[in-house]
């Protein structure tokens, strides 16, 4: 909860993120959550703050990342008791 809930008010899901000042929108182009919603704003209303491909990319690369470590924990046991 305390890393979800920053990352999705920072991420633009409850307003554009070119509302920011420019430091601000900097910081939030780090976040992957802004290509999540950015994606989701263009599929309903056919705009977005960062471009479709970029969105789709970023997305798609975190969820590789994520299943890559998530089959390394699997894989070595990551913090099994015995």
């Known amino acids: 909860m ?3 809930t920053p990352l999705s008010f920072l991420g633009g ?9 420019p430091f601000w929108q900097t910081v ?3 976040n992957p959550v802004v290509y999540l919603i950015s994606g989701f704003r263009w599929s309903f209303y056919g705009i977005s703050d960062v471009g ?6 970023i997305t798609l690369t975190v969820l590789v ?3 890559i470590l998530i089959a390394w924990i699997f894989r ?3 913090r099994i008791k015995q």
């Open 52 to 57: 479709v491909e970029l969105s789709l990319g």
């Open 76 to 78: 070595t046991g990551y």
């Open 2 to 4: 305390m890393l979800v």
């Open 13 to 21: 899901s409850f307003y554009s993120i070119k509302m920011l000042p």
């Open 28 to 30: 939030t182009l780090f």
């Open 65 to 67: 990342v994520c299943m």
